[in-house]
């Protein structure tokens, strides 16, 4: 008799561009060093690109300007975009739409899933731990954040695609090796190349 306890383990290592030297999501350069990669990204894949991004605005201004770019390929939160398009849209939806869209070429997280103070629900759990005097990022965020990032990018294993981090808090905090770890095995993508 033969068990089958889920999904077998994962061999093929995951392409992950994500550059030594990047803005952090609070500088005021941001929103300019996220076109550019995004622009390369783009120029140098077939098939489809999702760049995900929680920041309504930011995703916003970034979608019109990858679109002044690429043209029509470039399309915000729908289930239609063209086999070789730009699909810009939040973690949520993503999460909830991927199963209905084509498996893309690549995956650009803009910024990791992490959660915002601003959500009343997520303040309020985040102030229950920092009275019990607990670490609520490293015990509720940052693992939240992993998870949701595993699930997004699941398809590219499968699909052989590639991912790309551009949220330089992965290199440049000391909790952004726990975010590599989650995603091994995985091999440095230092340098684009056409594909």
Do not use: K
């Not at 729908?78 to 973690?91: D, K, R, Y």
């Not at 952004?176 to 684009?192: F, I, K, M, S, T």
């Amino acid at each position: 008799m033969t068990v089958h306890l889920g999904d077998p383990p994962l061999q093929d290592p995951l392409p992950i561009h994500a550059p030594q030297r990047q803005a952090l999501p609070n500088s005021p350069d941001y929103g300019e060093h996220l076109l550019e990669h995004c622009r390369r990204l783009v120029l140098g894949q077939e098939g489809l690109t999702v760049v995900l991004i929680d920041d309504g605005p930011l995703r916003l201004d970034l979608s019109s300007a990858l679109a002044a770019e690429f043209g029509s390929r470039v399309v915000h939160q729908t289930t239609a975009p063209e086999s070789n398009g730009v699909l810009c849209c939040g973690w949520d939806w993503w999460l909830e739409h991927q199963q209905r869209l084509p498996v893309p070429g690549q995956v650009v997280v803009a910024l990791l899933p992490i959660a915002s103070l601003e959500d009343p629900l997520t303040a309020a759990r985040v102030r229950a731990l920092r009275l019990r005097g607990r670490d609520w990022f490293r015990e509720l965020l940052l693992p939240e954040a992993v998870s949701r990032l595993q699930r997004g990018v699941a398809g590219l294993r499968r699909g052989g695609g590639r991912l790309a981090l551009l949220d330089g808090r992965v290199r440049r905090r000391t909790w952004g090796r726990q975010v590599l770890e989650a995603l091994e095995p995985w091999v440095d993508l230092p340098r684009l190349l056409p594909r």
